[in-house]
């Protein structure tokens, strides 16, 4: 049968990067393994358990990196003894002999499994902060362009005060640094499960150990340090606590929701064609309308976002059903949640990169939008301007009111132009104030703060969040064709 007759799911073989499938590949996982059984029996050897030899650790360290042929030996030993870690440990004293008594010695399957699912979750955080970075630092660079740039406000999809494209920019910026604190809070509260035995008393090692629970200690401090952890969990029952899978996957479920919510407010403004996402000079938008530039990167965030989001649960209601030290229903979900919710992030955060790379502005659309709907914005300072010309609040009000009324009716009945401003012109009641109406309808007199909220907010805020990362910024691989 070939490849191509098979089921492979797109997060790996369509989208995820190859360093974020490579985390959650199979040669990574045995070969994860392998390293948790060398620095067991180092740390094993160095606290004098001398039944384990210099020979055995040396052919361990030469074959850390599982091969082809290996992975499928232990398939075959696993469709023999029906369990993938004994598999694994038959298939590597095969290779390394010296080894093959001592292998796994003391510990039981969670030492392996467990503690390489901490290190994955860890490395896999490792490589999606980078990008986040990145995609925070593009986007503050564009929110810095255009921050004096006027747009239309919206307020329940309805027209609303003015602001600036770059203030926008800087509402999507603040949620993605907050995605940022959790992220790196996330990863770096990620301990090891580190060496407890059957149901995590440490009996095995102690029974090793001839009742030395100094050594013992010595020992699970020992693994992690070889590990690369400075935390341990210092209690645990066979496996570590599921509740650490829903701390890790809470701020990838929260970061979904900025994601969505970011491409929803780039797609509509595509509908409006004031702001496109990148868009390929070959790119084909539908197969049958040939005019068409489908904002089909945001969709694809959306579509995946949601996706993301719902990963959160599967590690709630596991981490709920956990019986005593454990039970083995977990195992099937977290083999899919988990690195589901990774592929999917690095998916997302790949896909935000290119995005925010090369998004294109329609200052001259915005601008006829803004003409559109700026003279009734601009009608209670046309009522101030008339009474510091000593007319009356309440009669200007009236005056206003009708006019504006005639003009709606030629928008929304006639469909043509707003023409309050002109009906204004032509209204001699108005003629104290007819030289002062351009100035009275400068779109950047409507956008408040906007733009010195803007630079304080990225050369202050942003600047600050992102100073312990800056070895990442611009070292982020922009994919042009995701």
């Not at 398939?75 to 993938?84: G, N, W, Y």
């Not at 590690?315 to 592929?343: C, G, K, M, N, Y």
């Amino acid at each position: 049968m070939s490849d191509f007759d098979k089921y492979a799911t797109p997060l790996s073989s369509r989208y995820a990067s190859q360093e974020m499938s490579h985390v959650f590949s199979l040669r990574n996982r045995f070969s994860t393994w392998r390293k948790l059984w060398l620095n067991l029996a180092i740390a094993e050897r160095e606290l004098g358990l001398d039944v384990i030899t210099e020979e055995a650790i040396e052919q361990m360290k030469e074959h850390l990196t599982i091969s082809d042929e290996e992975i499928a030996a232990a398939s075959k030993q696993e469709a023999i003894v029906r369990h993938d870690v004994m598999a694994h440990v038959h298939t590597f004293g095969e290779t390394c002999p010296a080894a093959a008594g001592i292998i796994h010695l003391g510990a039981t399957s969670c030492f392996v499994t467990d503690n390489a699912d901490l290190i994955f979750l860890r490395d896999a955080y490792d490589i999606i902060i980078p990008k986040l970075v990145n995609v925070i630092d593009r986007l503050s660079k564009f929110a810095l362009e255009y921050k004096d740039l006027p747009v239309l406000g919206w307020t329940h999809f309805q027209p609303a005060q003015l602001t600036t494209l770059g203030k926008r920019t800087t509402l999507w910026i603040q949620e993605l640094l907050w995605d940022l604190r959790n992220f790196v809070r996330a990863r770096n509260d990620i301990g090891l499960r580190g060496v407890k035995g059957t149901t995590g008393t440490q009996a095995s090692f102690l029974a090793l150990f001839h009742g030395n629970h100094d050594k013992v200690e010595e020992l699970d401090e020992r693994v992690t340090e070889l590990l690369g952890f400075d935390t341990v969990y210092p209690v645990t029952g066979q496996t570590y606590s599921r509740k650490i899978d829903i701390d890790v996957l809470a701020p990838l479920s929260s970061f979904a929701a900025t994601a969505h919510k970011m491409a929803t407010d780039i797609r509509l403004l595509a509908n409006l064609k004031e702001v496109e996402e990148p868009f390929e000079k070959s790119q084909i938008g539908s197969s049958a309308m040939a005019y068409k530039r489908n904002p089909m990167r945001c969709e694809r965030v959306c579509s995946l976002a949601r996706h993301l989001g719902s990963l959160f649960s599967d590690t709630v209601q596991t981490a709920s059903v956990q019986w005593f030290e454990r039970t083995l229903d977990d195992s099937a979900i977290r083999r899919i949640s988990l690195p589901s919710a990774f592929l999917t992030t690095d998916i997302l955060l790949s896909t935000l990169l290119n995005i925010s790379s090369g998004l294109v502005v329609y200052p001259k659309v915005i601008e006829r939008r803004i003409r559109g709907e700026l003279p009734f914005m601009a009608t209670e300072n046309i009522i101030m301007a008339m009474v510091e010309k000593n007319a009356s609040r309440q009669e200007v009000h009236e005056q206003i009111r009708v006019l504006s009324h005639q003009a709606a009716a030629v928008v929304k009945e006639q469909g043509g132009d707003n023409d309050l401003i002109e009906r204004i012109k032509k209204d001699d009641f108005f003629k104290p104030i007819w030289g002062e109406l351009d100035s009275l309808l400068d779109p950047s007199t409507f956008v408040g703060r906007a733009p010195q909220q803007t630079e304080k907010f990225v050369k202050k805020d942003v600047a600050k969040a992102l100073e312990p990362h800056q070895q990442y910024v611009n070292n982020a691989k922009v994919e042009l064709n995701v």
